[in-house]
């Protein structure tokens, strides 16, 4: 392709902002977004470059490439890429059902009672029982004493997301994993860059899932990521994702005349010992198609090489608000990562612990001021109605509060010291108010 392409593109379509904000930040007038993409014109021409030249639409060599430089990011061995983040916690759970892995069908996984939907919906959209467990109000994180609690001789696995990237207790969940013989299954996809004493989130589970959403630390615009070190969970993982086939080249290998296998054509099916069968047409798990587009793999690899940097700004702004709001500790409670954690926030969350004024009115204010806020996400997902018929949310008394009283700020890389005094000056003002 002609290099000046990437000029032209810098030339015609420079980016300016995000979300067609204007470049000059305009104090109550310009929106300040909870979150957004670290994004540049490096994306567009890979992206580009890929579809062009590449010589797949959907996953190819890029996503080939990505899912191999993330895997060496989260310290796992092997990764299959997703076409979101959901779709990734589908496929962990769904792993567990294959009769080449576990071949369970009726089991118990714990899990935090408050928190994103698609956490949750995997496990009961298997078959699975979800065992609720509260959180804690410190972290928002579950509440590993009704773990240990709870825990039934049913219950063969453990699922849950790291809070806005923070991480419980690692050693002490490690442990109980370790005793009552759990499978960890990690969601990591508000944690990616966050570390537990030098050990990436995401290394931890028997199977990890990310997002690659735009909200999130990188994008893909959608995307994400299962990610494991037992090459035949990922043989499963793979073949569910791909329509449940048997045959498992990818990237390159998807073009050798005879597979990676090197007999492709052969005698596949036990009962039909007569019939030459091409490998790509055995299906070996009941599957969905939830591949990504290989330009989207294209612009993971450039994102990848961002991280490094989005934590430490991530990190920065985290610290910019702590300081800010550690001067009200009888108005809010603000979460305090583990001395064994080093978090790349997604979000700053605060709950509202003052009876002067409510979360409602607060985030209102700051609404009204063009600070975005977000929930955290579902809260007690037994309020829902998709959720409510699993039991009483009351039964869940921290999960109660932080639906009423918790939100986010946002920490995204894009945010300037401008838009952090700004916030906190709106802040002191609807404080001083009350
Ligand atoms: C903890 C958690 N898990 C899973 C998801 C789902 O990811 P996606 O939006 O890519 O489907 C999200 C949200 O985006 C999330 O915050």
């Known amino acids: 392709m002609d290099p000046d392409i990437l000029n032209l593109i810098k030339k015609h379509w420079p980016i300016k902002s995000l979300y067609g904000l204007p470049e000059k930040f305009v104090p109550g007038k310009t929106v300040i977004p909870y979150s957004g993409p670290v994004w540049s014109e490096e994306e567009i021409y890979e992206a580009i470059h890929t579809l062009l030249e590449g010589k797949w639409l959907t996953s190819g060599e890029k996503v080939r490439e990505f899912e191999k430089d993330f895997s060496a990011k989260v310290g796992q ?32 996984v714990v899990t935090p009672v408050a928190g994103f939907p698609t956490t949750v919906a995997p496990i009961l959209q298997n078959g699975f029982t979800p065992l609720f467990v509260d959180i804690e109000l410190k972290t928002l994180n579950l509440d590993l004493d009704q773990v240990e609690a709870k825990l039934t001789p049913k219950t063969k696995a453990i699922m849950f997301a790291h809070v806005l990237g923070n991480p419980p207790d690692m050693d002490r969940l490690l442990e109980i994993c370790h005793r009552r013989d759990l499978l960890f299954l990690e969601d990591t996809c508000d944690a990616l860059g966050s570390s537990w004493h030098g050990t990436p989130l995401g290394g931890f589970g028997k199977l990890s899932t990310c997002s690659f959403y735009p909200a999130h630390h990188i994008t893909t615009g959608e995307g994400g990521m299962v990610s494991t070190s037992d090459e035949n969970i990922e043989r499963v993982v793979r073949s569910l994702c791909w329509w449940g086939r048997d045959c498992y080249c990818v990237g390159k290998a998807n073009l050798l005349e005879n597979g990676t296998c090197g007999k492709r054509f052969d005698r596949w099916l036990p009962e039909l010992p007569d019939l030459t069968i091409d490998h790509k047409y055995v299906f070996t798990e009941m599957g969905y198609n939830l591949k990504p587009l ?28 702590r300081a800010f709001f550690s001067r009200y500790p009888d108005l809010f409670r603000i979460a305090e990562p583990h001395p064994k954690a080093d978090v790349s926030w997604f979000g700053f969350p605060i709950t509202v612990t003052t009876d002067k ?29 998709a959720y409510s018929h699993l039991g009483n949310p009351h039964d869940y008394p921290n999960a109660v509060t932080v639906t009423k009283s918790t939100f986010f700020l946002g920490v995204s890389p894009n945010l300037t010291t401008e838009q952090m005094e700004y916030v906190q000056s709106k802040l002191a003002e609807f404080i001083a108010a009350h």
């Open 77 to 108: 061995q092997h990764s299959v890429m997703t076409n979101s983040g959901s779709s990734a916690n589908l496929l962990m759970v769904a792993a567990l059902r294959s009769k080449r892995l576990f071949g369970f069908t009726d089991i118990a």
């Open 294 to 321: 290989d330009l989207q793999g294209a612009i993971g690899l450039v994102q990848l090489k961002k991280l490094d940097w989005i934590h430490k700004q991530r990190k920065a702004h985290y610290e910019g608000y």
């Open 357 to 385: 004024f409510t979360k409602d009115e607060l985030t209102r204010f700051l609404e009204n001021a063009k600070v975005q806020t977000r929930n955290y996400f579902a809260g007690n997902l037994l309020f829902h109605p």
